[in-house]
């Protein structure tokens, strides 16, 4: 009898990718109605939070996951060669899906040039409209918009006045505590666990057992915390999507981009339903329906959040028991994908270099657009997995083509719903390279848990077994 009384919980339950699906909708429709009815402050003060809160809490967890899993799955190994041989495919197949990414991406705005349709008399404008790198005066912008764009100008003029090596010396923590608190700093979080986990390989057993035993518990309390987290994500993504929907510019200004942004969105959308798709089929014989009906939660949290490191709790819970990649896989791979994999991010910044050189009058030249694909793929692994850091290194990839960086200014108002596409692309990715790792090294499984039939209800049964 309690079976059967716990089979009809499961079965009245929502599945929970339905759970975020409604939340967003409703979402965009209390905020259409905020809008209408001039309840955009209402909102900001009274459902805003929620999202804001929602989001705290992934990020929360999201270092302590890194840290736990990232010791767990490399100490798990036992064999350094192991380990050398998983990382080479890793970042081999991150390079290798950032670079068709970048190429979609110039692909598609040479065919469509979206910029080239601007007339003159609004090129004019525009140009009177972007605080000046050649004389034109910052004032002609809102304040909001010229402290934005000084900002990123003055991180990524940090970044590009720094050597060659840099990067490496950045990878490397000078205190892993100061690196854990800051969201930049994800690459030293990732470096210390990996240099941990390899410690523990190396000395001897008996006295690493004990070590080890604490991460594999450690691990197993932090998935729990995201289980109850999750219940929280239908209330979250409304929230966000209702605050996003309320502080978008006006839509005369949006309906000047639509034809960039739907090259980005087409772009996206050939690297999510083509090229990820085709690499798991080809790589792991798993069918595209079971690849997609098992990352769809994740994808959707992404989306909602703009940030792969937020969702990157539930995209290894997926990965691993409803795609079937062992925990030792995708507890390194997963990780790594999420600071270093930004295909999504790639794309974006070769499709918006092209638009605002079009915009601008500008010709760029066959050996600038092979520059936009070295400069964007290498500036993505750099790339933080937090909203809006693309922005920065797309200020390298202008710059690097010669093109006015005071030109982001023409895609601030289109950013923020193009930065939610491209961050559900960069975790699929994730989710494609970690299989396709898992079924090189034999590390992928039948999953564990049956897909459409998840139940994040805090009943007996809900939560994870």
Known sequence: MNEMVDDGKKKRSLALHWQILIGMLAGLLFGWLAVVMGGQQLTIDWIKPFGTIFIRLLKMIAIPLIVASLIKGVSDLQDLSRLSSMGFRTIGLYLMTTVIAVVIGLLIVNLFQPGRSVSDETRAGLLAAIPGDQGVADDSVDAATSEKLGK????????KSNGPLQPLVDMVPDNVFAASSNNGSMLQVIFFAIFFGVGL?????????????????????????????????????????????????????????????????????????????AIVWLLTGRSIRFFFQGILPAQLLAFSTSSSAATLPVTMERVEEHLGVQPEVSSFVLPIGATVNMDGTSLYQSVAAVFIAQVLGIDLSLQQQLTIVMTASLASIGSAAVPGAGMVMLVIVLEAIQVPSAGLALIFAIDRPLDMCRTAVNVTGDATVAMAVANS??????????????????????LRE
């Open 441 to 462: 090294v034999g590390r992928l499984d039948e999953p564990s848990v049956k897909n459409w039939d998840d139940n994040y209800s805090p009943d007996e049964d809900g």
């Open 201 to 277: 390989i190396l000395v001897d057993s008996t006295k690493a057992t004990p070590v080890k035993a604490v991460f594999d518990g450690l691990n197993e309390v932090i998935l729990k915390l995201i289980d109850l987290i999750m219940l929280a994500a239908p209330v979250g993504v409304f929230a966000l999507l209702a605050t996003l929907v309320v502080e978008s510019p006006g839509v005369d200004i949006l309906m000047a981009l639509v034809q960039y942004g739907l090259c980005v969105v087409v772009g996206l959308a050939v690297m999510m339903f083509g090229v990820y798709p």
């Open 152 to 159: 990123i100008r003055a991180q990524a003029s940090r970044q």
